[in-house]
């Protein structure tokens, strides 16, 4: 069982028994709003996650991510959801400060 806990979203749970997923796309399946400007295509980095844990549990960087990291706009705890894949096992991250939808509560 894969699982992404969300911290500043009340420690939110997701379980999937499928690896190999978009990390964007477990997190959509389960009703939670999260920024996607460029519609997943990996072009902005407004669904970007900052990876608390579990890092080692995610597909390696994509093209499109290590572009973003050259350019200063990816950190290295950091990556986009719509190009992340969860391999094994769980992964806690959390929401970027920039990146909240003012109509969402968040916490700590």
Not at 36 to 65: F, Q, W, Y
Not at 68 to 83: P, T, V
Request: hydrophobic share 35%; aromatic share 6%; with cysteine.
């Amino acid at each position: 069982m894969l699982k992404i806990i969300i911290q500043n979203l009340f420690h939110k749970e997701i379980n999937s028994p499928y690896g190999d997923r978009k990390v964007i796309d477990l997190i959509h399946e389960n009703r939670i709003d999260w920024m996607h400007a460029c519609g997943k295509k990996g072009r902005c980095t407004t669904c970007k996650i900052i990876v608390l844990g579990g890092m080692g549990n995610l597909s390696p960087l994509t093209d499109k991510e290590e572009f973003f990291k050259g350019i200063g706009r990816l950190a290295s705890h950091e990556r986009l959801s719509c190009q992340a894949k969860l391999m094994e096992g769980e992964i806690l991250v959390r929401v970027a400060e920039e990146n909240k939808f003012p109509h969402m509560v968040y916490s700590e």
